[in-house]
């Protein structure tokens, strides 16, 4: 038998900052005891930085910010010319096929909110939906949907159906690596530019 070395590569994982604006509040409306409001806008600032940190991962360009997984992605399956507002069952089939076999188990597929409109309604020759919802979530709780046998994920950053887009992405998705290095952290503003006008900012 031949010997063989394996070839390494590297790749930096940066590290960038996600914030949101600042939120000021009035100090009166803290102090209420009905309503947790420092609670409330901790919760509202972290879903916004997410959703910030959400787009960067999926369609970041890599310079200065995250590479996005979409813009990484290499494409498996060019739809029809004139195509750029639909897709059929061969193009989801060329594109599932086109990743190798030994990556299939645990492969699932990503798309936006219009994209799965489109895909809900395609039918095969017989006028039944190939979408196969999890009608027995009611027993298992919470069985997902499932597109040509592999669960689906929803992104709203994903881009929409277009001319040149890579509007459906499909393998395994955990092969994306994210580096989180901090926790979400709330930082209070209590300087005179807040405190003269009775508010503090978040």
Excluded: C
């Excluded at 949101?20 to 209420?32: M, Y």
């Excluded at 309604?121 to 027993?139: A, H, S």
């Excluded at 499909?170 to 530019?193: C, H, N, P, W």
């Amino acid at each position: 038998a031949g010997s063989a070395d394996i070839a390494f590569g590297t790749r930096p994982l940066n590290v960038f900052k996600f914030g949101s604006k600042i939120i000021t509040v009035p100090i009166e409306l803290l102090q209420d005891s009905t309503l947790n409001v420092e609670s409330l806008v901790f919760g509202r600032l972290t879903t916004r930085i997410s959703r910030a940190g959400n787009r960067k991962f999926t369609v970041g360009t890599g310079a200065g910010e995250p590479t996005g997984m979409i813009t990484a992605a290499t494409v498996g399956k060019v739809g029809a010319v004139g195509s750029t507002a639909t897709v059929g069952y061969d193009d989801l089939v060329d594109l599932q096929e086109s990743v190798d076999e030994a990556y299939q188990a645990g492969a699932r597929w990503m798309f936006a909110q219009s994209t799965h409109k489109v895909v809900r309604k395609l039918k095969d020759t017989n006028g039944r939906p190939i979408w196969t919802p999890g009608y027995e979530g009611g027993i298992t709780k919470g069985a997902p949907d499932e597109l040509l046998g592999k669960p689906v994920t929803l992104n709203s950053h994903v881009p929409a159906m277009a001319a040149n887009a890579k509007s459906i992405a499909y393998g395994q998705m955990d092969k994306y690596a994210i580096r989180d290095a901090l926790e979400v952290t709330l930082f209070r503003f209590y300087d005179s530019a807040y405190a003269s006008k009775g508010q503090v900012g978040f």
